[in-house]
């Protein structure tokens, strides 16, 4: 036997081996430990529509987001008008995205230059001079304005992502939709309520002070005083947990440190009656601030916020160093885990809202699977009934391809962690019928050689040959359809995409690299006599 058909007969039993381990876990239930710890033992993941979980399209509001940028900026304009020594008469922040300026009339250029040198994402929409000084109406620019919202998806993607990874489900599907949406597929979610309360809270943290000079009921009455606003706790439930009725506390309207300086949080037991706490460990410029924080106000109580919920005000007894902090509410251990993995995760950079919400039942998953599966057995089988009847014994060698191609596409699926869909089912059953298109192409040739009175041996080597370039022609075209499907594609059609183009891949191998060895070990085996086809 010639070395070459050697080789590639143990390159393909290689590969068949190699394949047949990766789909056992996913033929297979209990796996033995020396397996889980040497062989391959993750099982094919499954799609939302074949296991069952929910479907969500959140909606980001990035116009809120560009609201807080506009806030900041003002934040920093006052400080730095102080620092400059420059007088001021009104600066506000109007129509949700504008800022409105007014200083001297002496001050007008000054305020130029400074908003041209060290504002060049801002604007000056209007300024007009008048006795009272100059007003200036500020605005981001367009350009600022579009990579903000840019940015605010992708932050907001990156959150719900780090969430949802620490949530623990198996293999989701988290992808940006469109401007400012985002699709979020969690198959096998159990609870979809607490999943949908993970991902869609702000966690903004705030540490704010209380007003201790006025009364909060006073404030309820009237209006707050200025620099103050009203935000509500909630009482304990005689089980533990927060219970619904509403404490108003008036705090401060600056936040003196947020939850950015966060490096872990985690959930602790107490052995009081509140239950457990989460503690917050702060990174070092955290610590400092935390530390600089209480130290100037030992005695005052320190609200601590999560979206404008106010989760504890302890009183501050001593200056706190170490970065260390803790967030007590009367938490059941749920919500305290909750609460732990939104503050890891980090803030969301602006509100979302739940804009589509799909449930699919594990019932229906499996139905499509036995659905997707009888029509790939009934596909499957009438390809192989036609090559036999039309091809003979040629046939038989195509559909031993067709089934190797098949193993092979599983088994790449399965390496590469890939998720099987519906659609994805789809891409495999069309793979099988252009798996044996590439065999037609092959014994059509082979035929026509044959006609022409050639040997077999000849034949064989004149139908690969001439066949190969059409092959290969049609199979990188709808390759590259493939590619981009999947790069333009969403859901489902990813899905198919990613069978596709695989399945092309393992179908050239197969149909035309696996079924030669058969031909030419008969050819080196002097046994090629005549041709079955």
């Given at each position: 036997?010639?070395?070459?058909?050697?080789?590639?007969?143990?390159?393909?039993?290689?590969?068949?081996?190699?394949?047949?381990?990766?789909?056992?876990?996913?033929?297979?239930?209990e796996?033995?430990?020396?397996?889980?710890?040497?062989?391959?033992a993750?099982?094919?993941?499954?799609?939302?529509?074949?296991?069952?979980?929910?479907?969500?399209?959140?909606?980001?509001?990035?116009?809120?987001a560009?609201?807080?940028?506009?806030?900041?900026?003002?934040?920093?304009?006052?400080?730095?008008?102080?620092?400059?020594?420059?007088?001021?008469?009104?600066?506000?922040?109007?129509?949700?995205?504008?800022?409105?300026?007014?200083?001297?009339?002496?001050?007008?250029?000054?305020?130029?230059?400074?908003?041209?040198t060290?504002?060049?994402?801002?604007?000056?929409?209007?300024?007009?001079?008048?006795?009272?000084?100059?007003?200036?109406?500020?605005?981001?620019?367009?350009?600022?304005?579009?990579?903000?919202?840019?940015?605010?998806?992708?932050?907001?993607?990156?959150?719900i992502?780090?969430?949802?990874?620490?949530?623990?489900?198996?293999?989701?599907?988290?992808?940006?939709?469109?401007?400012?949406?985002?699709?979020?597929?969690?198959?096998?979610?159990?609870?979809?309520?607490?999943?949908?309360?993970?991902?869609?809270?702000t966690?903004?943290?705030?540490?704010?002070?209380?007003?201790?000079?006025?009364?909060?009921?006073?404030?309820?009455?009237?209006?707050?005083?200025?620099?103050?606003?009203?935000?509500?706790?909630?009482?304990?439930?005689?089980?533990?947990?927060?219970?619904?009725?509403?404490?108003?506390?008036?705090?401060?309207?600056?936040?003196?440190?947020?939850?950015?300086?966060?490096?872990?949080?985690?959930?602790?037991?107490?052995?009081?009656?509140?239950?457990?706490?989460?503690?917050?460990?702060?990174?070092?410029?955290?610590?400092?601030?935390?530390?600089?924080?209480?130290?100037?106000?030992?005695?005052?109580?320190?609200?601590?916020?999560?979206?404008?919920?106010?989760?504890?005000?302890?009183?501050?007894?001593?200056?706190?160093?170490?970065?260390?902090?803790?967030i007590?509410?009367?938490?059941?251990?749920?919500?305290?885990?909750?609460l732990?993995?939104?503050?890891?995760?980090g803030?969301?950079?602006?509100?979302?809202?739940?804009?589509?919400?799909?449930?699919v039942?594990?019932?229906?998953?499996?139905?499509?699977?036995?659905?997707?599966?009888?029509?790939?057995?009934?596909?499957?089988?009438?390809?192989?009934?036609?090559?036999?009847?039309?091809?003979?014994?040629?046939?038989?060698?195509?559909?031993?391809?067709?089934?190797?191609?098949?193993?092979?596409?599983?088994?790449?699926?399965?390496?590469?962690?890939?998720?099987?869909?519906?659609?994805?089912?789809?891409?495999?059953?069309?793979?099988?019928?252009?798996?044996?298109?590439?065999?037609?192409?092959?014994?059509?040739?082979?035929?026509?050689?044959?006609?022409?009175?050639?040997?077999?041996?000849?034949?064989?080597?004149?139908?690969?040959?001439?066949?190969?370039?059409?092959?290969?022609?049609?199979?990188?075209?709808?390759?590259?359809?493939?590619?981009?499907?999947?790069?333009?594609?969403?859901?489902?059609?990813?899905?198919?995409?990613?069978?596709?183009?695989?399945?092309?891949?393992?179908?050239?191998?197969?149909?035309?690299?696996?079924?030669?060895?058969?031909?030419?070990?008969?050819?080196?085996?002097?046994?090629?006599?005549?041709?079955?086809?």
């Open positions: 036997m010639q070395r070459g058909v050697v080789v590639r007969l143990v390159i393909f039993l290689s590969l068949t081996l190699a394949g047949v381990f990766y789909l056992v876990p996913s033929f297979l239930g796996l033995p430990s020396w397996w889980s710890s040497s062989l391959p993750d099982r094919i993941h499954l799609g939302l529509d074949l296991q069952g979980g929910s479907h969500l399209v959140l909606e980001v509001k990035v116009d809120k560009i609201e807080n940028s506009v806030e900041r900026i003002k934040e920093d304009l006052l400080k730095l008008l102080r620092d400059k020594g420059i007088p001021m008469t009104e600066l506000s922040r109007v129509r949700g995205n504008q800022i409105q300026l007014k200083v001297p009339s002496a001050s007008g250029d000054k305020v130029r230059d400074l908003l041209k060290e504002f060049g994402n801002l604007t000056v929409a209007s300024s007009q001079a008048g006795a009272g000084g100059v007003d200036f109406l500020l605005a981001l620019s367009e350009k600022e304005i579009r990579s903000l919202r840019d940015a605010t998806v992708d932050q907001s993607l990156e959150t992502r780090n969430r949802i990874d620490q949530f623990g489900v198996s293999e989701p599907i988290i992808q940006r939709q469109g401007q400012q949406d985002i699709l979020v597929q969690l198959p096998g979610i159990q609870d979809p309520e607490r999943a949908k309360e993970i991902i869609g809270k966690a903004l943290l705030e540490f704010k002070l209380l007003d201790e000079t006025h009364s909060a009921e006073e404030a309820l009455r009237n209006a707050p005083p200025p620099g103050t606003e009203i935000l509500y706790g909630y009482g304990a439930r005689g089980n533990g947990g927060l219970g619904a009725e509403k404490i108003p506390y008036l705090v401060e309207a600056r936040s003196l440190m947020t939850g950015e300086y966060i490096a872990d949080a985690r959930v602790r037991p107490s052995s009081r009656l509140e239950g457990p706490y989460v503690e917050l460990i702060l990174n070092s410029s955290g610590a400092r601030l935390f530390e600089r924080i209480t130290a100037e106000n030992v005695k005052r109580r320190l609200a601590i916020v999560l979206d404008n919920r106010v989760y504890s005000a302890p009183v501050i007894q001593e200056r706190i160093g170490g970065g260390r902090a803790s007590t509410g009367n938490f059941e251990m749920k919500e305290a885990r909750d732990a993995i939104v503050l890891r995760a803030a969301l950079p602006a509100p979302v809202e739940i804009a589509e919400e799909r449930t039942g594990p019932s229906l998953g499996r139905d499509s699977i036995r659905q997707g599966i009888v029509s790939f057995v009934v596909g499957g089988s009438l390809v192989i009934l036609f090559m036999i009847a039309y091809y003979k014994g040629a046939g038989l060698v195509a559909d031993l391809a067709v089934l190797f191609n098949v193993l092979y596409l599983i088994a790449v699926l399965a390496g590469f962690k890939a998720v099987l869909t519906l659609p994805g089912i789809a891409g495999i059953v069309l793979t099988v019928g252009m798996a044996v298109d590439a065999n037609v192409l092959i014994n059509e040739r082979i035929r026509e050689e044959l006609r022409s009175g050639k040997s077999p041996r000849a034949a064989v080597e004149a139908g690969y040959e001439r066949a190969l370039p059409a092959i290969l022609d049609s199979n990188i075209t709808t390759f590259l359809s493939g590619l981009i499907l999947f790069q333009f594609g969403t859901g489902p059609i990813k899905g198919f995409a990613v069978t596709l183009c695989v399945g092309i891949l393992t179908t050239v191998l197969t149909a035309v690299y696996l079924t030669r060895i058969y031909y030419d070990y008969r050819i080196a085996a002097r046994k090629l006599a005549r041709i079955s086809i």
